[in-house]
């Protein structure tokens, strides 16, 4: 069983920060790729920040400049640092990882179940 709980949510004035963390356990053997996405009522879950086992991140244009995703392998955890926020930037964050439980066994993706952030002007 592998659960993955975000933190850090809450509700911040425009150009503020927040942290958000994401932190997997249960029975991990491996994990690979960890993400964040974020989604807004209607719309479709966007993909904001990537970070890979070996550390090279990417990013959404719209939050480059603003976001750092970082983790922590020993702790299994990934982090997503949002400076200088806007109200557009309002949504649920969810944090995804692919996860294999063992040796030989394949990945797949687990996800957490969001946390809200909101961006008042």
């Known amino acids: 069983q592998v659960q993955l709980v975000e933190s850090g949510g809450g509700l911040v004035q425009a150009g503020g920060s927040l942290r958000l963390s994401c932190v997997a356990s249960?029975?991990?053997?491996?994990?690979?790729?960890m993400l964040w996405y974020r989604q807004t009522p209607g719309k479709q879950r966007e993909l904001v920040a990537t970070?890979?086992?070996?550390?090279?991140?990417k990013y959404v244009d719209s939050v480059k400049g603003r976001f750092t995703i970082s983790r922590d392998n020993a702790k299994s955890t990934v982090s997503l640092q949002m400076n200088s926020l806007r109200p557009e930037d309002t949504a649920v964050y969810y944090c995804?990882?692919?996860?294999?439980?063992?040796?030989?066994?394949?990945?797949?993706?687990?996800w957490g179940q969001g946390t809200q952030v909101t961006v008042s002007s």
């Open positions: 995804a990882a692919s996860i294999t439980l063992g040796y030989g066994l394949g990945y797949r993706d687990y």
């Open positions: 970070i890979t086992s070996g550390g090279s991140t």
């Open positions: 249960g029975s991990i053997f491996s994990i690979g790729a």
